[in-house]
């Protein structure tokens, strides 16, 4: 299996809270990421987290890391068609610090 | 400028052809880098540079040859590709090798007939 696994597709209403998921392998690893790249685009970085946190919240994003199921979730409010996009997660480990991807979860978002 | 700059946009090419990828920055990053990404497949990494000085090659196939001039720039020189290569190739920047904060380009779309 991959090392960072996540669901291919979330469709949701606009205003609606998503809640995009992803599973890792490695419990080493230190950080973990979330990025959008969005139609056209490159990987934009949206946030990350230590291993040694919990929960993380930027305005309208919260991460949350479950480090004993080895779970990281992405929540984003009030959820906007802007926000349409294919978001990756990722991980990275003490050394070397580059991090792995997941396949991406296409967000679309519906009037 | 926080932009990584790649080109071409796409690229079509023969099996026997040479051709090269670029890559610019200027937001005075140390580390740059090459992902391959194909369809509904993770980006891969293949390659590093770390102050001009390639630091990690993921096993890459000899027919890709990165360089790095300049610590602005960064090369894909491509050359006896096979149609398996199709993907989109992404560059990416960071401060230095060891921050996970990379700066992606678009990507360059190549497809190898």
């Known amino acids: 299996g991959e090392d960072v696994e996540q669901s291919l597709f979330l469709s949701v209403r606009e205003g609606d809270s998503s809640v995009i998921n992803c599973t890792y392998t490695d419990s080493s690893s230190t950080y973990l990421y979330w990025y959008k790249q969005e139609p056209g685009a490159g990987l934009q970085l949206l946030t990350y987290i230590f291993s040694n946190m919990d929960m993380k919240q930027d305005q309208r994003l919260t991460v949350l890391l479950n480090k004993k199921d080895k779970h990281l979730s992405l929540r984003i409010a009030d959820t906007q068609t802007g926000d349409s996009a294919i978001y990756f997660c990722a991980e990275s480990q003490g050394g070397s610090y580059i991090p792995t991807f997941g396949r991406g979860t296409s967000l679309i978002v519906h009037p | 400028d926080t932009e990584v700059t790649q080109t071409p946009k796409h690229l079509v090419m023969g099996m026997t052809n040479k051709k090269s990828l670029k890559c610019e920055q200027h937001?005075?990053?140390?580390?740059m880098y090459w992902y391959k990404q194909k369809a509904k497949k993770p980006p891969e990494l293949m390659f590093v540079?770390?102050?001009?000085?390639?630091?990690i090659n993921e096993s890459v196939p000899s027919r890709f040859s990165p360089e790095c001039p300049n610590s602005s720039l960064l090369n894909l020189h491509l050359h006896a590709l096979q149609p398996e290569d199709s993907a989109l190739y992404l560059c990416?920047?960071?401060?230095?090798?060891?921050?996970?904060?990379?700066?992606f380009g678009e990507g360059s779309r190549l497809t190898v007939l």
């Open positions: 937001m005075g990053h140390r580390a």
């Open positions: 540079y770390s102050y001009e000085k390639l630091s």
């Open positions: 990416a920047s960071s401060l230095g090798q060891g921050t996970g904060e990379l700066f």
